[in-house]
């Protein structure tokens, strides 16, 4: 995430405006945003936890109101095709990843299913 200079100052501050304005329908989804370790770093969530603090103190004014977790051995992004950051994606119910799913479709899906 320290190494990712979008996800810092647009991908996370993003999802964090986009759960914070949908409070109301947060049992229709949930957000987790993902650190991949760089081939080649140590693995270390020490460091990643120290980082993630840091951003939430003075970058991001407050604490993730979702999970930020570390992919220590790669296996997440790897599973799931991640090649770029940030990279956004959507997974339904069921646990099959949406393709091309982004903040966009998901405010589409809360919409269509949010109570009259």
Not at 57 to 78: A, C, I, N, R
Request: glycine letters at 8%.
């Amino acid at each position: 995430m320290d190494w990712c200079g979008p996800c810092v100052a647009e991908g996370i501050p993003k999802l964090i405006d986009f759960v914070n304005n949908h409070n109301a329908s947060q049992d229709r989804f949930r957000v987790i945003a993902i650190h991949a370790r760089r081939p080649g770093d140590v693995a270390d969530w020490q460091r990643f936890h120290t980082s993630v603090t840091k951003f939430e103190h003075s970058v991001w004014k407050g604490t993730s109101p979702f999970p930020l977790v570390y992919d220590e051995s790669g296996q997440m992004t790897s599973d799931w095709g991640i090649h770029s950051f940030p990279t956004g994606l959507l997974i339904d119910p069921q646990g099959n990843l949406v393709q091309h799913g982004d903040l966009k479709m998901l405010q589409e899906k809360i919409d269509v299913k949010a109570p009259k």
